[in-house]
């Protein structure tokens, strides 16, 4: 008999608050993790960032199709568990240990995949028609928890030390373990779930490459996937340096860096929901597209050309407007493929993702290397709130961020291959058959631990027990 735990049913509420406070953590240690990592490898600061985080990518890519599978057997409440565990694990390693903290963060890739489970558990709570609104919350969410913790750890950073935000960051992370301990319900019906640990789980869900394997079949989603494939490998990359980058670089101090990112958060928030709505109903799917990659082919263009700090300023306000293209690319293929297709479809989209999460930064961070863009000095963060010095002998080259440039450079790519992507006028017809392989496709879907999450897509789900799983914050239209 499996007793009832947690507060209330579960809900959207428990996923969200799961996801806040795991990305509130991380998000603080932003100032101090460039620290550590420049004092740790002062010889290959990029280079080193992009193997640690290229190596976690990959490994992320590998055990999330099992780790979805695991949950469609034995519930999804143990691995919030152990996903949030190993995820924040490495955060009190980093003042006792730098090595085993970054030989951590990279092993940690395995079971850094707190979204799958959360995109599981948020599909058995609500119904189809409420889902896309769903994970436009559990994004909105994911955008709110980055763009105030790294202004707070800065600030923190500044007045009281490093070592007292790495402690902020590992409570938060405890309470947030806690949480899912004491107060989040199991969302997987009982009649689903097996209540033997010994439940069969073939090779076949396990594999992260079978959802690849099956791209080539359907022309049109062929093409979606390479546009996605060369639009999210250099923006992979930039997310693992670009906080690196404006710190050595430009010379953006760490409270400007904290700025930067809540600006442009907030703004990338009003474009994904406001601008991306609007955007759809007026352009269409395939244009609003088109448009999201125009302003990254735009905005890394000014990253890979500028040089002033105002340029910084400005491309990142287009970076912003660029964060409409996934969401537009997700509802792109769903309205491309059959009712009883979708999971399987956004499992490729979301399995591509992660291999570039995984080649994205090793890539920038091997450019890097190459074009010797290091930096020779570099100040501890704890000081005051002004500029830091420019580096003795920061080297000057004609195009300062190389991999920017080749990263617009694939862009350019993808949009020529957006141009042949066919636009469906209207969805085809919902069929009333039953879906024979729901659980198959919902842990194909089961993605990777990525920046933003598919606020857009329409995953197969178990239907929902009664009328009683009603959330009213999705009823609203407003939300």
């Known amino acids: 008999v499996i007793v009832q735990q947690g507060v209330g049913r579960p809900s959207v509420y428990h996923a969200v608050v799961v996801i806040f406070l795991e990305f509130f953590a991380w998000g603080l240690l932003t100032t101090p993790m460039l620290t550590v990592l420049h004092e740790t490898f002062p010889q290959h600061t990029f280079l080193m960032n992009g193997l640690i985080q290229g190596v976690k990518g990959l490994l992320s890519f590998m055990s999330a199709p099992l780790i979805g599978a695991l ?22 390693l980093m003042r006792l240990s730098p090595w085993w903290y970054f030989a951590m963060i990279s092993m940690s890739g395995a079971f850094s995949v707190t979204f799958s489970v959360i995109f599981a558990y948020v599909a058995d709570v609500t119904e189809e028609r409420e889902r896309s609104t769903a994970y436009g919350l ?42 899912i301990l004491l107060a989040v319900p199991e969302s997987l019906p009982d009649k689903m779930r097996l209540n033997t640990w010994g439940a069969p789980i073939s090779w076949e869900q396990a594999d992260p490459f079978a959802s690849l394997r099956k791209v080539g079949q359907d022309s049109t989603v062929l093409l979606i996937c390479i546009t996605v494939f060369l639009s999210y490998l250099p923006e992979a990359g930039q997310y693992s340096s670009f906080f690196l ?35 759809m109903r007026t352009l269409g799917n395939k244009n609003t597209v088109l448009l999201g990659l125009g302003f990254q082919i735009l905005q890394l263009a000014w990253y890979g050309f500028g040089s002033e700090p105002w340029m910084m300023w400005a491309a990142g306000a287009v970076a912003a407007m660029s964060s409409i293209t996934f969401p537009a690319v997700s509802a792109l293929v769903s309205r491309s493929a059959d009712p009883d297709k979708q999971g399987l479809v956004q499992g490729m989209i979301t399995g591509i993702r992660g291999l570039c999460n995984g080649l994205g930064p090793a890539l920038y961070g091997f450019i890097f290397f190459l074009f010797n863009v290091e930096l020779s000095t570099m100040d501890p963060i704890q000081g005051d709130y002004s500029i830091d010095p420019i580096p003795a002998h920061s080297p000057q080259t004609l195009v300062p961020g190389p991999p920017f440039l080749l990263g617009a450079c694939t862009v350019v790519v993808a949009f020529l291959v957006a141009l042949f992507i066919p636009e469906k006028r209207s969805p085809p017809p919902v069929s009333d058959k039953p879906h024979p392989d729901g659980k198959d496709s919902l842990s194909s879907l089961a993605g990777v631990h990525i920046n933003t999450p598919l606020p857009g897509s329409d995953e197969e789900a178990p239907p929902t027990a009664s009328d009683e799983d009603f959330e009213p914050l999705l009823q609203d239209s407003i939300v």
Do not use: E, H, K
């Open 71 to 92: 949950s469609d057997v034995w519930g999804r409440r143990p691995f919030l568990l152990v996903t949030v565990f190993f995820t924040c694990a490495p955060i009190p």
């Open 138 to 179: 559990v994004s909105a969410t994911f955008a709110a928890s980055l763009v105030t913790s790294p202004a707070i750890g800065a600030y923190l950073s500044a007045w009281y030390g490093d070592s007292l935000v790495v402690l902020l960051a590992s409570l938060i992370a405890l309470a947030d373990i806690c949480f």
């Open 245 to 279: 980058y404006l710190r050595q670089v430009i010379n953006f101090s760490s409270t400007t860096i904290a700025v930067f990112i809540g600006v442009v958060g907030i703004l990338s928030i009003v474009a994904q929901t406001l601008l991306l709505t609007v955007l």
